[in-house]
């Protein structure tokens, strides 16, 4: 069963829907010991109880545990609670990118430093052997303060990291 505005999911209160897509609902959630809002994205009901779903969405959490970069939304957990699974992620605030266009061309001035931390967040991933695979304008968030945040390694697909493959990635071609 899908929360709803006003229930708990173990130490959360959920406070707002964000937003959906086709692996889940991702709401606000304030967690009330640690007194700090998070993002918690929660399987539809449909596929609450799918295998291959669960697994997938294991998988999010573990790929995303494994990265620690500050252009990577961070994962803080899984929560179970009345049959319900979520993942619990930072809360990143600001509008996304495809938002960000959608209010006309961004100037280059503005728009560099979005594509460098990008890149960076996508390195960063790369070289612990995990490929973004669903990067688009709508999983990049752009903080007020330009901070970039890549969101959604749901469709990720984790391969054997660089570093441990003896690939030198700096004699790629791309």
Same mark, same amino acid.
């Given at each position: 069963?899908?929360?709803?505005?006003?229930?708990?999911?173990?130490?959360?209160?959920?406070?707002?829907?964000?937003?959906?897509?086709?692996?889940?609902?991702?709401?606000?959630?304030?967690?009330?010991?640690?007194?700090?809002?998070?993002? +918690?994205?929660?399987?539809?009901?449909?596929?609450?109880?799918?295998?291959?779903?669960?697994?997938?969405?294991?998988?999010?959490?573990?790929?995303?545990?494994? +990265?620690?970069?500050?252009?990577?939304?961070? *994962?803080?957990?899984?929560?179970?609670?009345?049959?319900?699974?979520?993942?619990?992620?930072?809360?990143?605030?600001?509008?996304?990118?495809?938002?960000?266009?959608?209010?006309?061309?961004?100037? *280059?001035?503005?728009?560099?430093?979005?594509?460098?931390?990008?890149?960076?967040?996508?390195?960063?991933?790369?070289?612990?052997?995990?490929?973004?695979?669903? +990067?688009?304008?709508?999983?990049?968030?752009?903080?007020?303060?330009?901070?970039?945040?890549?969101?959604?390694?749901?469709?990720?697909?984790?391969?054997?990291?660089?570093?441990?493959?003896?690939?030198?990635?700096?004699?790629?071609?791309?």
């Amino acid at each position: 069963m899908s929360p709803r505005v006003g229930t708990r999911l173990g130490p959360y209160e959920v406070t707002a829907l964000l937003g959906e897509g086709g692996m889940g609902k991702v709401w606000r959630a304030h967690h009330t010991a640690l007194r700090r809002d998070d993002a +918690l994205k929660v399987l539809p009901d449909a596929f609450a109880s799918d295998p291959d779903r669960l697994a997938r969405f294991r998988r999010e959490a573990q790929v995303l545990a494994s +990265l620690n970069h500050p252009n990577i939304a961070h *994962v803080y957990g899984l929560e179970q609670s009345d049959g319900v699974q979520a993942l619990v992620m930072e809360l990143v605030e600001g509008p996304t990118l495809a938002d960000r266009i959608a209010q006309g061309p961004i100037p *280059v001035d503005e728009s560099l430093p979005i594509a460098k931390q990008i890149a960076e967040a996508l390195e960063a991933a790369h070289e612990q052997g995990i490929i973004h695979r669903d +990067l688009k304008p709508a999983n990049i968030k752009v903080r007020a303060d330009g901070t970039v945040k890549v969101l959604d390694f749901g469709l990720a697909k984790a391969l054997e990291p660089a570093s441990v493959a003896g690939v030198d990635a700096t004699a790629s071609p791309t």
